[in-house]
T-cell receptor
């Protein structure tokens, strides 16, 4: 089983719709969680950190479910510019400190 | 803030030559920098973790003698691909942490290497 798993997609969504991604992680000791966005042939950019209580940044809402070991990203009122690959990232913060990257979920927003 | 630059942005070289890629944190000091490689349609793969003033820690399967990493200062890390082969053609991305252990990384724009 992969340490961080994501549905690769692609998710084809009409503009204005709401879309949600889930990401599961296998290490229960994981401490920090992030969503990154990567445009085609570009470097990943930090979209938002995910806090235990859940957090919102404009149209984006991230949630963490420790019991089930998954994090989610919700995008409301999707824009064409939201088309990208969304990467789930987990940090175990143990002696082998390392960010573990999911393979990403591709999102395509259609007009 | 938290800007990371990479140079060059793309490079084409012949088999057997060496290529050096620079990664700089422009407006902060980075005690830890990371080097990733990404093949087309695949996720980022961590190659090595680089701490200023010490030897880099390489991931399993990454040849340290082939991918030389030097982190001489708090704002500069370099990756040298030695004796490059066509299979080394990839997108190389560096990142830096603003705060050690924070988990938030800021990425350089990447370097596209093509070995002919």
């Amino acid at each position: 089983r992969k340490e961080v798993e994501q549905d690769p997609g692609p998710f084809n969504v009409p503009e204005g719709a709401t879309v949600a991604f889930n990401c599961t992680y296998s290490n229960s000791a994981s401490q920090s969680f992030f969503w990154y966005r990567q445009d085609c042939r570009k470097e990943p950019k930090l979209l938002m950190s995910v806090y235990s209580s859940g957090n919102e940044d404009g149209r984006f809402t991230a949630q963490l479910n420790r019991a089930s070991q998954y994090i989610s990203l919700l995008i409301r009122d999707s824009k064409l510019s939201d088309s990208a690959t969304y990467l789930c990232v987990v940090n175990t913060m143990d002696s082998n400190y390392q960010l573990i990257w999911g393979a990403g979920t591709k999102l395509i927003i259609k007009p | 803030g938290a800007v990371v630059s990479q140079h060059p942005s793309w490079v084409i070289c012949k088999s057997g030559t060496s290529v050096k890629i620079e990664c700089r944190s422009l407006d902060f000091q980075a005690t830890t920098m990371f080097w990733y490689r990404q093949f087309p349609k695949q996720s980022l793969m961590l190659m090595a973790t680089s701490n200023e003033g010490s030897k880099a820690t390489y991931e399993q399967g990454v040849e340290k003698d082939k991918f030389l990493i030097n982190h001489a200062s708090l704002t500069l890390s370099t990756l040298t691909v030695t004796s490059a082969h066509p299979e080394d053609s990839s997108f190389y991305i560096c990142s830096a942490e603003t705060r050690q252990g924070a988990g938030e990384q800021y990425f350089g724009p990447g370097t596209r290497l093509t070995v002919t």
